[in-house]
């Protein structure tokens, strides 16, 4: 019990600090409102569930290092297509034409599906809860992974409905430009870091 205490909190700590996901919900939320981001909430939750099982299995090829580079190499160009994205987009304008063009609910579920299989950091995370609990009967393995992904999808849905709505829309509207920029510069800093590592360990 300890033991599954403790990974849980271990997880839900790592939720609460913002990194490609959040921004990818908050933009998505406070550009086409909640209802659209819960496509990307359900997508991001849906790839820990694919991550999730594959690491609480013992899949190896997981944890092999090709598979990892190529997911790396992989999630790196995605990251940075993102941030490209963010830099180039107006908030300002989304923000005005926002219910007039929207993007799909969809296509929301694809980026939240492909932000997070493609993020290393995640197969690398739920590769080390797996190693902690080891001891675990298959059937308490299949709770808790049903639990981080309600985890998942529930803060993520938290955070899009508190940004989504129409009041923090407008309180947020003035920041939103800045925002987008600074999520923008991160990810194709983050996604240009993935592959330059990739690089150097390759000339080594």
């Not at 909430?41 to 594959?54: D, E, K, L, P, R």
């Not at 995605?78 to 005005?96: I, K, M, N, Q, W």
């Amino acid at each position: 019990m300890e033991q599954f205490l403790a990974v849980g909190v271990a997880h839900f700590l790592a939720l609460l600090i913002p990194g490609v996901d959040f921004f990818l919900v908050a933009r998505t939320a406070m550009t086409s409102g909640w209802r659209n981001a819960s496509g990307v909430c359900v997508g991001i939750a849906s790839a820990n569930g694919i991550i999730i099982a594959a690491a609480f299995t013992g899949l190896s090829l997981i944890s092999s290092p090709v598979i990892l580079d190529v997911v790396q190499a992989a999630g790196g160009v995605f990251l940075t297509y993102v941030g490209v994205v963010f830099l180039r987009a107006r908030p300002s304008a989304e923000l005005a034409e926002q219910r007039v063009v929207r993007t799909t609910w969809v296509r929301n579920l694809g980026l939240g599906l492909a932000s997070g299989l493609l993020n290393p950091k995640n197969a690398l995370a739920y590769v080390s809860f797996a190693a902690a609990l080891t001891d675990a009967s298959p059937g308490s393995l299949v709770l808790f992974g049903a639990w981080m992904v309600t985890i998942v999808l529930a803060w993520d849905l938290f955070v899009a409905i508190m940004l989504g709505s129409e009041r923090a829309s407008a309180k947020l509207a003035r920041i939103l430009p800045w925002l987008t920029r600074i999520a923008g510069a991160f990810l194709v800093l983050l996604g240009l870091g993935m592959i330059l590592t990739l690089v150097v360990q390759g000339v080594r």
